[in-house]
């Protein structure tokens, strides 16, 4: 059974940080690019960034250039979002995004909130 299981998500003051991790299982992690988008009210989902598998490169959205660094473990099967200099527009849902070459069907996480406010 295939799982992204999300975590660190929270209410963080603007300026601030947050880690956010997705731990998967029931595939071959190593095989897939993994992304993060994330939603707001009102706001379609955007991708935020991605990384690709064995030899990574990642890519960001120009909003978050700069702040964020998504990184991943394949020994643990888990991929990061690192957030820093946080800022209330970063306030959304953010989802954990699989994706393999040779795979239709993507694979998704259910979520984690990040709320950025003073």
């Known amino acids: 059974q295939v799982q992204l299981v999300e975590s660190g998500g929270g209410l963080v003051q603007p300026g601030g940080s947050l880690r956010l991790s997705c731990a998967a299982s029931?595939?071959?992690?190593?095989?897939?690019?993994m992304s993060w988008y994330r939603q707001a009210p009102g706001e379609e989902r955007e991708l935020v960034a991605t990384i690709t598998t064995q030899i990574p490169v990642a890519n960001y959205a120009d909003s978050v250039k700069g702040r964020f660094t998504i990184s991943r473990d394949n020994a643990k099967r888990t991929v990061y979002l690192q957030m820093n200099r946080l800022k209330p527009e970063d306030t959304a849902v953010y989802y954990c995004?699989?994706?393999?070459?040779?795979?239709?069907?993507?694979?998704w996480g259910q979520g984690t909130q990040v709320t950025v406010s003073s």
């Open positions: 995004y699989a994706k393999a070459d040779f795979s239709y069907y993507p694979y």
């Open positions: 029931g595939f071959t992690f190593s095989n897939y690019a």
